[in-house]
């Protein structure tokens, strides 16, 4: 039950187009292009050199997510790179539910070396792209030296998977993890209006809002979106010009391929037995919001023993005051001087 005590916490998770916004630092802005990886074509941000860093993103979100992290990272001296990733954003989105397993998606970071002529990588991941990486690294031991994983901690391969879990203790309310296993239903609801569900995802722990509209906690009483009140305003680390550019890739790109990474728990479950007892013995740095729900309120130290088994290489867990999920997009600076000085440990 480890993983599904994990993921339980998981709680919410080639130019610019017209009218998108600048990055933070408009004379340092990353080139985006297209790559070949594993099959399928791929968007990437891309700026500086030396070793190459890859920002996996989580949902629903995009390569944007990292705007204030790659124009720091690649000053620092590396080589970084954000993709869009399956599904997302302009890179490719296949038609199957079976082509968003974890093999593919890790597969597609691994492409992205090889696309690139880089042997090797250190890993960031947010939110899914969290469970992404952590895979990565168990999957592709070779490939990927290091790892800074946010908000998703990993405790192990559970007994179960993690939707059988919740479908034995949740039975017929209504959590977003069995809503996504539905066919069809969550795409629909969220295609149907980007910026409501957007603009109710990407608040802060304090954001005021409207009163939901279901309270009602089973399934039948309706979907997500009204179930989470309105934002009265947006976040002080989130412009309108910002909220604008996800609603676009979304509008254009759908919910479908972001969806289908959660359809595919229980493949995933099923295809890994190898990873009963395996470990991530490469250096891992830990970070999340303090008030992230992805944690539930755990400290530092509980975090850190929950992993300390599956996970001998961590190095620390970092956890930030007054701060909720969107971690890298709410507290950048303090994000950005974390993952470099654990960038510089790696040097030592």
Not at 71 to 99: F, H, L, N, S
Not at 254 to 275: A, E, M, S
């Amino acid at each position: 039950m480890r993983l599904l005590a994990s993921v339980l916490m998981f709680a919410c998770s080639i130019a610019f187009a017209a009218g998108t916004p600048t990055m933070p630092h408009p004379s340092a802005q990353p080139a985006l292009r297209f790559i070949e990886s594993n099959g399928i074509r791929m968007r990437i941000a891309e700026m500086g050199s030396g070793p190459l860093v890859i920002f996996v993103h989580g949902w629903p979100e995009s390569w944007y997510s990292w705007r204030h992290q790659l124009p720091a990272i690649a000053a620092a001296g590396y080589r970084v790179v954000a993709p869009d990733m399956r599904g997302y954003g302009q890179t490719d989105k296949p038609a199957a539910v079976e082509d968003y397993d974890i093999q593919h998606v890790t597969g597609d970071l691994v492409g992205i070396l090889d696309a690139l002529g880089e042997k090797q990588a250190i890993l960031v991941g947010h939110d899914w792209g969290a469970i992404v990486t952590w895979h990565a690294m168990l999957l592709h031991p070779d490939r990927f030296t290091a790892l800074v994983a946010m908000s998703v901690p990993y405790n192990g391969r559970g007994a179960v998977s993690l939707v059988e879990g919740l479908r034995r203790s949740l039975g017929d309310n209504f959590f977003y993890i069995l809503y996504f296993q539905e066919p069809g239903a969550a795409e629909q609801e969220f295609d149907a209006d980007p910026r409501g569900i957007l603009s109710r995802l990407y608040l802060s722990p304090g954001s005021p809002r409207e009163a939901p509209q279901i309270t009602d906690p089973k399934r039948a009483a309706g979907g997500w979106i009204p179930r989470l009140g309105a934002p009265k305003g947006l976040p002080s680390w989130l412009t309108q010009a910002d909220l604008d550019y996800y609603v676009n890739e979304f509008t254009a790109a759908g919910f479908r391929g972001g969806i289908n990474y959660y359809r595919n728990f229980q493949r995933n479950w099923d295809i890994t037995p190898q990873l009963a007892n395996a470990k991530v013995t490469q250096p891992v740095l830990f970070l999340a919001g303090e008030k992230d729900t992805v944690i539930r309120g755990a400290s530092a130290e509980a975090l850190t023993n929950g992993m300390k088994n599956a996970v001998p290489g961590l190095t620390k867990v970092m956890l930030m005051p007054d701060t909720g999920h969107w971690i890298q997009q709410e507290r950048p600076e303090e994000t950005n001087a974390a993952i470099l000085a654990f960038l510089a440990s790696l040097k030592k």
